[in-house]
Each structure stands twice: as C-alpha cells, then as structure tokens.
C-alpha cells in the first residue's frame, strides 16, 4: 500500500518510469505493458497521453481553471467565463473535468489516460482539426473509437477498468481513463478526508475556503462517485 505522502501526490518515489514521460507503480507498468503489446497486435496504437501528476501540477491546474488561465467547460463542451461564477459554481465547473489536487487519482501511479498515437497523427494531418481529450473524440468515428471498442472488451483481462465510464452527476464521463482495479480499490477506501482537509489548508488552493466548507461533500460527489466498477 503507498503512503499518504503518495496518495496526495506529495511523494512520488513509489513509480517507475514507463516512458520519458510517464510514470505507473511497478505492476502497473507491467500489466499496462502486456495490453500494449496485445493491442498492437490487433491493429492498435496504444499511447499514455497523461499518468502521474504530482500535488503542485494538480495544484497548477486548479488555480488556472480558478482564475481563467485555463477553460471551464460544462458537461456538453460550452466554455464557461469563470469571471461570472460564483465560488462554488467554479468549484463544480472545475471538479466536473479536473480533480482537487490531492483528491486526484493521478497521484497513485495506478491510473492514466490512453490514445492511439497514430489515428490521431493522422486525423490531424488529414482533418487539420486538433486532438483535444473529449468524449466525441473516442466514439463514433473519432480517431480513438476502434481503440476504445477494444479496450472495452479487453482492458479488464489486465486488470483494468473505467472509473468514470458514464457520468453519475460527479466527474464527466472520461472513455480515456484507465485504472488498475485491485491497487486503486484498496487507496480509494483508505483516503482520509481529515488528512486531505490539512493538506489542502496548508497549500496555496485558489478557493480555499469555500472547497474547505463544502469538501465532504466534494469528497463523496467527485472523489468517491464512479469509484468502483458494476459488479466490483
């Protein structure tokens, strides 16, 4: 089991690297690594885009969000003028697409986000359109939609799952996201709100205040939610 300093993403010395650019737990890495190679034999491309991120990155992206640096979007893709938000409407808007920092389950080296490299190589090259991690992109004829159909069917024969495979009024559904079930199940029953309450106080959170009034309801609406597959 990792550490508190590691499920708030203060500590990341229990991660081995994967790529350059990511990081997983050691089995993790390995299990993810064994459905690559499958995948590939099937005719897929499949990528990390995004694995661990440690407290002060998703620190970052909260006060982004918070001061409109980066875009809040509502559930259907219309950007949001963070200016005329309430407190708490900007704590939603920005909960429904990123998590509060030491809340996200990108800290645990057991969860990341998947696409395949080259169908989106070449849907910007053909379409010149941009690849921007939305739902749309993973469905239908989106570049990622024959990788998504596989992992469907295939991702739990490694030991992964979809924790936000459809929206429950918490997180936005996330095709993308790929979480190791018997790691992650055992850290999401162990975190401690107290413990993430003082994390957060102690931190430079935009918001602060308000995410603290209402955090065990945060907690349970976005942490918790979605947290378990059907059936775990």
Known sequence: MISQQQRFGLDDTHLIDVSSEHRL????????????????????????????????????????????????NTLDGKQLDATQLTDDEKIHAIMLWSALPGASRHHWGTDFDVYDKTCVQNYKVKLNKSFNLVPEEYEANGPCAPLSSWLEVNAKTFGFYFPYAKYTGGVAREPWHLSYLSISQDIISTLSLDALAETLQNSSLQGKSSVLSTLPELFERYTLNNGCPPNA
């Open 25 to 72: 737990l050691a089995e993790v890495a390995d299990k993810f690594t064994q459905m690559q190679i499958a995948a590939s034999r099937d005719g897929h491309d499949l990528q990390i885009c995004s694995s661990f991120r440690s407290f002060e990155r998703q620190l970052s992206i909260w006060n982004r969000k918070w001061h409109g640096e980066l875009p809040l």
